[in-house]
């Protein structure tokens, strides 16, 4: 199954990596993509992950590594003329990003965020769907 990883899925595996999250990561039926920008997220809260989690920065740098092994990264200009719709139908627009990959993709998102239920045009599935739906 194809899916859009949205980067709460990756922050919450690196803070708890016994995790439904992190197993699914690297399940094997599932391809994963991400906005290129999705680095530069994760970067941002690197301070604060590494604070919950209580991981070293190099394992903070390793765990990061072998998760970003299994997402592939699309470059923007691969999918910005989706960019406009995407901002329509994302009800938060900090996720427009992610819809406008999965308009792309043509494929569902992976989020524990509720708010983007509220809209009806790309599926989203949580992680507790997502492991319902492969069982």
Known sequence: MDLVIDANIIISSLIVSESKNFDLIFNDNLRLFAPEFLKQEIEKYKQ????????????????????????????????????????????????????????????PIWTNDKKLKSQDKIKIYSTQELLSELK
């Open 48 to 107: 604060e992950i590494t604070k919950k989690s209580n991981l070293l920065e190099y394992e903070f740098n390793l765990f990061l590594g072998l998760i970003f092994l299994r997402i592939d990264l699309i470059p923007h200009n691969e999918f910005k003329e989706f960019r406009y719709k995407a901002k329509e139908l994302s009800p938060d627009q900090n996720d427009s990003e992610y819809f406008a990959l999965a308009l792309k993709l043509k494929c």
